[in-house]
């Protein structure tokens, strides 16, 4: 037997459900990436690298953290993140990812609940079961499904800490967390609220802090704001405790062991921070985007879309969606397919993302384009 049988069956069983992925490099208008601002090919941002290595910042920081790859930058931007979110400390990871996935592998302890909402991001899963503690799924945004968990769970003989695990901004629907409703269920119950800002942070909030507020200055609150979205460049930061700064630094295997990421980058992710805090111009011409595009996609099936930067058509069968994508492509905007087990099934959409790289007139004409496709698809 051919030692990769396994691997072709599993690719095959993929490509005829219509759900094999392949790589393609992006071409075309940009309605696919996370770069909500414009900022991954800023001409300030590229000046200020530029800078940084003509003054001698390393591009690569020759080991972790606590062997020799600890930089000035580091510490200059885990500072100064710190003082603008209002937190008391912050940690800096190579990704949004690894941070999440360390953040749950690390300070949830044996007899602790984690509860996360059930359209979590996929790396809060892999920390989970690299843990010690129980977790369990609870509705979509569902606060009174939170708190019957909560009671359910203590009546049970639980008796450590509860940890709420949200996303403020869900990348596929663009649909927002009820903060205030859990950070008042965190309170009440003596829990703590991880909230994950990657699909927020620069986007929204006073000096592009996200839309978590003040909720950052709290002790009960965790919150993960990433770098390679609305801020241009790679990497995730953790605000928090002082404590549990500490805590990572002893005890989570991701930051221990792993080549800590570029002083380049932790500079450039301090400059964009602050290149986004001092140019508010750049959230409000995103709001006018969001805005007009609203009215453009009129009649679409737009779930359960709050006004955010990412418009998720839904169109439901997995062919279908992959047949409208590539024509959209085919007339030269760069739209994909997102299938299931991405999202749920039978909720195969176009994921619609708006960023400054595209004008209100290729808003424009990407809606006349999408109209006509779906009605070429519904008469095929």
């Not at 945004?141 to 869900?170: F, K, M, P, Q």
């Amino acid at each position: 037997m051919d030692r990769f049988t396994p691997y072709r069956e599993q690719l095959d069983a993929l490509e005829k459900a219509g759900r094999k992925r392949h790589l393609t490099v992006p071409s075309g208008k940009d309605f696919s990436s996370n770069d909500y601002l414009g900022l991954s090919r800023s001409p300030y941002l590229k000046a200020v690298a530029q800078n940084a290595i003509a003054d001698g910042v390393a591009h690569g920081s020759g080991g972790s953290r606590l062997l020799g790859g600890n930089h000035p930058e580091h510490e200059a931007l885990e500072a100064f993140a710190a003082s603008h979110y209002g937190a008391e400390s912050s940690l800096f990871f190579g990704s949004g990812f690894a941070a999440n996935t360390a953040l749950f592998a690390t300070l949830p302890q044996t007899g602790d609940l984690v509860l996360h909402d059930e359209y979590i991001h996929a790396s809060v899963h892999d920390g989970m079961r690299l843990g010690r503690a129980e977790f369990r799924s609870f509705r979509h945004n569902d606060c009174n499904a939170i708190e019957r968990e909560i009671r359910a769970w203590r009546a049970s003989g639980g008796s450590g800490t509860v940890w709420i695990a949200v996303e403020s901004l869900y990348s596929m629907d663009g649909d927002r967390a009820p903060l205030a409703d859990l950070a008042r269920i965190t309170d009440i119950h003596d829990a703590i609220l991880v909230i994950d800002e990657a699909h927020a942070v620069g986007v929204y909030g006073e000096g592009g802090i996200g839309l978590s507020g003040d909720l950052g200055s709290r002790e009960n609150v965790i919150i993960l704001r990433t770098f390679g979205k609305a801020l241009g460049g790679e990497g995730g930061l953790l605000t928090m405790a002082s404590i549990l700064r500490e805590f990572f630094i002893n005890r989570a295997r991701p930051f221990i062991f792993s080549t800590a990421p570029s002083p380049l980058t932790a500079h450039l992710a301090h400059h964009a921070i602050a290149h986004v805090a001092g140019n508010p111009s750049l959230q409000a011409e995103l709001a006018d985007h969001i805005g007009f595009a609203r009215s453009c996609f009129a009649g679409l099936s737009l779930g359960d879309h709050q006004d955010s930067q990412i418009f998720p058509v839904i169109i439901g069968e997995d062919r279908m969606t992959i047949d409208v994508a590539a024509r959209l492509q085919a007339q030269g905007f760069d739209v994909r397919a997102i299938r299931p087990p991405t999202v749920p099934a039978g909720t195969a959409r176009l994921r619609i993302s708006l960023t400054l790289n595209v004008t209100r007139d290729d808003i424009q004409e990407l809606a006349a384009a999408l109209h006509a496709a779906l009605s070429m698809e519904k008469a095929a």
